[in-house]
């Protein structure tokens, strides 16, 4: 019997299924990884918004990746919503601590608005999680609440980048979707600070999103975990959130989900 590679994800729950550790083990899966998952927070939500979150301790999110890491292992670890200081030092720790590539989604705001970091953590963000990076996938309001950097245009983004890359991850992988200068095309930047890929895809006019930056940060994940270096990694990843945003659908009476199986329904 053939095992998969073994990925990590450390993040909030979303009870409706469409972001968070529901869309990265879905993502994971997809994507032909064994998904596992260290639980950071628990949230009541739906289509509509956030109605509640309540954060782990952190000794239940350090035991949760000790019982993993140590028993079975990993080739890639992806980080999403960690609420405080505490927790983000905590996973930072950690990271230091495993020797697997690290994808940093540092998670700030839901799709529907709602704040999922305090601003209290964003000093732990730039100084401890940052550093751990192998690959670190801000969007454009991530950007400006880390760095400080307004992106209007892509040389805004090559100074996002530079921002970023100040805090010491190898990549930054700055996703310009929310980019108003390119209405029909969706551009992200990848860069270690040497090297420059823009990824460019269509921008389709569907609201359902939910979901897209985890979905992103897993599946870079996942194809390092397969063995894929960061440019080839982030590569695969942009054409399955590509395809997954162009399959989402309905759900509730908000903004449905990204369609993780949109290459099993195709």
Not at 20 to 41: E, F, P, R, W
Request: aromatic share 4%; with cysteine; hydrophobic share 50%.
């Amino acid at each position: 019997m053939i095992r998969p590679p073994l990925c990590l994800t450390v993040a909030g729950s979303d009870s409706g299924g469409g972001a968070g550790i529901q869309a990265d083990l879905k993502t994971m899966l997809a994507l032909g990884v064994h998904g596992m998952s260290v639980v950071t927070a628990v949230t009541a939500q739906n289509s509509l918004g956030v109605r509640g979150a309540w954060e782990l301790p952190a000794e239940a999110v350090r035991a949760q990746y000790r019982a993993v890491v140590d028993d079975i292992g990993v080739q890639a670890v992806k980080t999403g919503m960690l609420s405080s200081a505490v927790l983000v030092e905590t996973v930072a720790e950690l990271l230091a601590g495993t020797a697997a590539p690290a994808v940093v989604d540092p998670v700030g705001v839901s799709k529907h608005g709602d704040a999922l970091l305090a601003a209290s953590a964003l000093d732990a963000v730039r100084a401890a999680l940052l550093p751990r990076a192998t690959v670190a996938t801000p969007n454009l309001d991530e950007v400006a609440r880390l760095t400080g950097v307004v992106v209007e245009t892509e040389d805004d983004m090559r100074r996002a980048a530079d921002a970023v890359l100040g805090f010491g991850p190898r990549w930054a992988l700055i996703k310009g979707g929310h980019l108003a200068a390119h209405g029909d095309e969706a551009v992200d930047l990848l860069t270690d600070g040497a090297a420059e890929h823009w990824l460019r895809a269509p921008r389709y006019d569907n609201r359902h999103t939910h979901g897209t930056g985890c979905t992103l940060a897993s599946a870079v994940a996942a194809g390092l975990a397969r063995g894929l270096d960061v440019p080839g990694a982030v590569t695969a990843a942009k054409e399955y959130v590509t395809g997954a945003i162009a399959a989402g659908f309905p759900l509730g009476a908000g903004i449905g989900p990204v369609d993780h199986a949109w290459r099993w329904r195709g």
